[in-house]
């Protein structure tokens, strides 16, 4: 069974920084092959997609985190990082890691991330 847990989160003032990991643990195979990405969730809102890195390391982001979020993997560890620079009031949500191969979808439980306005 594999697990994916987020970590990181928490409250931080407007123009702040904070770094959240995923961490993939149980019998994940072939970390490297995954295409991980970063989504959010804000009260009242849909899931959307924050940043994502494929299997190869190239990169994706929402419009409007671009140039403030930065996502990275480290295969040996099994584990994606989101450095969020530069945090908005607008970056309020619960943020959820996802990992996809060969047709199969995993999520994380989630980590909050608040940003006071």
């Known amino acids: 069974q594999v697990q994916l847990v987020e970590s990181g989160g928490g409250l931080v003032q407007a123009g702040g920084s904070l770094r959240l990991s995923c961490a993939a643990s149980?019998?994940?195979?072939?970390?490297?092959?995954?295409?991980m990405g970063w989504y959010r969730q804000a009260p009242g809102k849909q899931r959307e997609l924050v940043a994502a890195?494929?299997?190869?390391?190239?990169?994706d982001y929402a419009d409007s985190v671009k140039g403030r979020f930065t996502i990275s993997r480290d295969n040996p560890k099994n584990t994606v990082y989101l450095q969020m620079n530069s945090l908005k009031p607008a970056d309020t949500a619960v943020y959820y890691c996802?990992?996809?191969?060969?047709?199969?979808?995993?999520w994380g439980q989630g980590t909050q991330v608040t940003v006071p306005s």
């Open positions: 996802n990992a996809q191969f060969g047709g199969l979808a995993l």
């Open positions: 149980g019998s994940i195979f072939m970390f490297r092959l995954y295409a």
């Open positions: 890195i494929s299997s190869g390391g190239n990169t």
